[in-house]
């Protein structure tokens, strides 16, 4: 995996529209830093509906899981509960 660039909130104002462009032309990430903590990332709308894609299957993934073992008495509202606070 290639290291994503890391840039401040400072030099991302300087050349937005480069970050933006790189992120879609490229669908390369960059990481936003705020007095040198990680607080934001510029990424291609296609990368953010691939993620949020891959979170719906996983979720469902779980639940499915969940309610074929109804013996465990699990409810669903726990299963969302535990699959939020992962934060993955």
Known sequence: MTQM???SIRDVRAHLADVVERADRDDQ???ITRRGREVAAVVSIDLLRKYQQLEE???NRIVDERMAN???G???EDVMKETLARGE
Do not use: G, M, N, S
């Open 74 to 76: 699990v409810p669903i």
């Open 5 to 7: 660039p890391i840039e």
């Open 57 to 59: 299957q996983e979720i």
């Open 70 to 72: 109804r013996a465990a």
């Open 29 to 31: 990430p960059t990481v």
